[in-house]
């Protein structure tokens, strides 16, 4: 069955950088697809963070792109989050998701879901 | 604030046909498909339509999905109680270039 679990902490302080990780069970992360992480807030709603592609293109919302860095391990079938300098603004549930999109540029047909994690940026 | 625009709320009555929109632009909507997801509480979104009007498998046929111009809709035939949760859309924009989402509508069953 294929599945997605975020793990990660569940408290940074402000200025540090979050670490995020997906796991991709029941489906091999390099045999196409997109995959992405989105966050939710009450005061943002949704918002796309990136999407990458393994082998190929890395997709980041240019509001966050000079924080974030996503990447992919093959060998874990895993894909992670790292943002940086992060503030009470990044206080969300964040979540992993397949794109479906793919082959064709990522437009946001998130059909696989992680369960989400919650994230709070405090000291 | 968001550059897809829905309305924050709708109801209906459990058989009703009920239809949720989501407004975009020349660079989203109007060149790019949309998909649609349902919220229930204290869970992720569930894909619901994709490409403007696929249903992915398993979600029920009463669900469906248009597009015309820079506009989209989700109408839901015989509304039923579980249908109760929030509803977005999404699509990429050429713009932004990103993928964006509306605020959510948050449906309710009288």
Known sequence: QEQLQESGPGLVKPSETLSLNCNVSGYPISSGYYWGWIR?????????????????????NPSLQSRITISVDKSRNQFSLKMTSVAAADTAIYYCARDSSWPHIPQGAFDLWGQGTMVTVSS | HSVLTQPPSAS???????????????????V??????????????????????????????????????????????????E????????????????????GGTKLTVL
């Open chain 2, 12 to 30: 209906g009555t459990p058989g009703q046909r009920i239809t949720l929109s989501c407004a975009g632009s020349s660079s989203s909507i109007g």
């Open chain 1, 40 to 60: 939710q807030s009450p005061a943002k709603g949704l918002e796309w963070i990136g999407s990458l592609q393994y082998g190929g293109k890395t997709y980041y």
């Open chain 2, 83 to 102: 249908d109760e949760a929030e509803y977005f859309c999404a699509t990429w924009d050429d713009s932004l270039n990103g993928v964006i989402f509306g």
């Open chain 2, 32 to 81: 790019n498909g949309v998909n649609w997801y349902q919220q229930l509480p204290g869970t992720a979104p569930k894909l619901l339509i994709t490409n403007n009007n696929r249903r992915p498998s398993g979600v029920p046929d009463r669900f469906s999905g248009s597009k015309s111009g820079l506009s989209a809709s989700l109408t839901i035939g015989g509304l039923q109680s």
